[in-house]
């Protein structure tokens, strides 16, 4: 054999194998046929950061004259909110290569498949190997008369190349791709459209985070329609299934992902969106985790995090999962000094319980996850709200919001 392990895909889950396998003294090979650090680095959590940052930031300057700051603010220079971006995603993609090339991993930069359970092919040349490990995530879902051309209708790869923004779009779906590009675009003066095929905004999360979003949204002059879909184009007119027409100037259609795995048979090991599980690179990189160091994780518990003003965070049970032997304490961010300061008291903390336990959490907040993180520490290691009262939280802060919240229980 070549190697103890070839793993194909460099992304959170791949690379994370492969760093810590090497690190246990095992050899491996990693194929990759684009960039180390996959969609998460790439296409998909660091740019789109990159972006909510930038808007963030124009965001704030245009009301710092209320808080006493006086700038001689014009406009902002898209070509330069890109350029940083680009920036951001390849410092963050050197130090992984980095990290990967010292951990011992060998890399090989070409598309690769599964000859058999002993065989990766890449280049035209054989690599024996004792175990395959396919890591080689997912792709924008596609719809139906909505195939993306890279012009009118783009995927999410598409917009993070665009040269100039579009002065309207239609978003289709609202999960959390969507809900962030909703987010830049319109921070950032394009007027923004939703469709979504479910009843509420974010159909994932809290029915009632969905509904304080589409108050927010609504406030903000984000269009959407809901129980809605695109039903017909033509030159470049949409209608909508309720009769809805609009006229944007680019659709993205943000609707899910599809898995690519290249199925063989048992013998290979499936990590991270190729499981077509859940779909997010924390939960790729725990999985890994678990596979190669043993440190076992409760998907249950796998957080999800909206960024954005204000973030979104949550885990656990919805109160669409629970029945009346749960309870649910709201918080509101009003409550709390910090967000007055922040200029940013729009949101709640949202507690389900039972039996002084935590069983869910949801949160819309400036710093919702990391108010999260400490709720989930809870959540996972089951200790008492009465055990939660005795942490001393510092004040000001977001986090103080919990043991508020929890005193209501
Ligand atoms: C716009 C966007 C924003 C996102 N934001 C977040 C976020 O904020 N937080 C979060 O947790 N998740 C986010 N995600 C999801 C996250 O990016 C993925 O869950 C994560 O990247 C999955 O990791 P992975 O290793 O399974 O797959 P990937 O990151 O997709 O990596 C797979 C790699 O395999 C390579 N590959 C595939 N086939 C082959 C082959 N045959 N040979 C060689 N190489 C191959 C690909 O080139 C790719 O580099 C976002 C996704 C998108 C699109």
């Not at 040349?125 to 195939?147: D, F, M, N, R, W």
């Not at 993205?252 to 859940?278: E, H, M, N, Q, Y």
């Not at 995090?305 to 999962?321: M, S």
Request: glycine residues 8%; contains cysteine.
């Amino acid at each position: 054999m070549d190697f103890e392990y070839g793993i194909i895909g460099g992304g959170p889950a791949g690379y994370t194998a492969g760093i810590n396998l090497a690190k246990q003294g095992h050899s491996v090979i990693l194929f990759e046929k684009n960039k180390l650090g996959g969609t998460c680095m790439n296409k998909g959590c660091i740019p789109t950061k990159s972006f909510l940052h930038s808007a963030e930031i124009f965001s704030n300057l245009k009301k710092a004259a209320e808080f006493g700051i006086n700038i001689d603010f014009t406009n902002f220079d898209f070509s330069k909110v890109t350029d940083k971006k680009d920036k951001t995603v390849e410092k963050v993609r050197k130090a992984l290569e980095l990290t990967v090339k010292n951990s011992g991993v060998k890399t090989i930069y070409a598309e690769a498949s599964i000859k058999d359970r002993n065989t990766i092919l890449a280049e035209n040349k054989e690599y024996k190997v004792q175990h395959i490990i396919a890591a080689c995530g997912s792709k924008p879902k596609e719809l139906k008369g909505l195939e993306f051309d890279g012009d009118f209708i783009l995927s999410s790869d598409d917009v993070l190349n665009l040269k100039k923004l579009p002065k309207s779009i239609l978003i289709v779906g609202s999960g959390a791709i969507g809900t962030e590009w909703a987010r830049i675009l319109s921070a950032f003066g394009t007027e923004v459209t939703i469709t979504e095929l479910a009843e509420h905004l974010i159909p994932t999360a809290d029915i009632e985070v969905s509904k304080r979003i589409e108050r927010i949204y609504k406030q903000k002059g984000i269009k959407f329609y809901l129980n809605d879909c695109v039903e017909k184009i033509e030159n470049r007119s949409i209608k909508l299934k309720s009769g809805e027409e609009i006229l944007p100037e680019m659709i993205l259609v943000a609707a899910g992902r599809t898995p690519v795995c290249p199925i063989f048979d048992d013998s290979i090991t499936i990590l991270g969106d190729s499981c077509g599980k859940i779909q997010l690179a924390h939960f790729a990189i725990h999985q890994a985790k678990e596979y190669t160091l043993g440190i076992p994780f409760e998907e249950r518990l796998t957080p999800s995090v909206i960024y954005g003003e204000p973030e979104i965070a949550w885990a656990g049970l919805r109160e669409q999962d629970i029945d009346d032997s749960y309870t649910k304490i709201m918080f509101p961010i009003t409550a709390l000094g910090k967000s007055w300061c922040d200029d940013a008291a729009e949101g709640f903390i949202k507690l389900i319980i039972k039996n002084n336990l935590i069983f869910g959490a949801h949160i819309i907040s400036k710093e919702a996850s990391s108010i999260l993180h400490t709720l989930l520490l809870a959540m996972q290691q089951q200790i008492s709200i009465d055990k939660l009262k005795e942490i001393c939280f510092a004040h000001p802060t977001y986090s103080e919001g919990i043991f508020d919240a929890i005193c209501r229980a």
